[in-house]
Nanobody, 119 residues
Framework: QVQLVESGGGLVQSGGSVRLSCAAS????????MRWYRQVPGKERELVAA???????DYADSVKGRFTISRDNFKNTVYLQMNSLKPEDTAVYFC?????????????WGQGTQVTVSS
């Protein structure tokens, strides 16, 4: 059974830090590109950070220099370190895993974890 389970969300003050974790099971994690998305009510889900199976990273402009994505292929876990948090970072954060094989996307989502940044 495929699972992506996020943890680490909560309430934090502006300027603070939070580390999100996403534990994967049921698929070969090390072959998958992993992403963190976020969503606020009434808006589309936004890509925040990505890390390829080779460890290459990319970030949304809004979080560059503040967020860091990383992965531990031995623990089958992807992380999002979030520093210098702002109220506009408040959202539900989702973990995503994707691998394209012969043109077919295998894609999995976590259930999300709420991060609330108070001003």
């Amino acid at each position: 059974q495929v699972q992506l389970v996020e943890s680490g969300g909560g309430l934090v003050q502006s300027g603070g830090s939070v580390r999100l974790s996403c534990a994967a099971s049921g698929f070969t994690f090390r072959f998958f590109d992993m992403r963190w998305y976020r969503q606020v009510p009434g808006k589309e889900r936004e890509l925040v950070a990505a890390i390829t199976s080779f460890g290459l990273t990319d970030y949304a402009d809004s979080v560059k220099g503040r967020f860091t994505i990383s992965r531990d292929n031995f623990k089958n876990t992807v992380y999002l370190q979030m520093n210098s948090l702002k109220p506009e970072d408040t959202a539900v954060y989702f973990c995503n895993g994707r691998r394209t094989i012969s043109g077919h996307d295998n894609e999995y989502w976590g259930q999300g974890t709420q991060v609330t940044v108070s001003s």
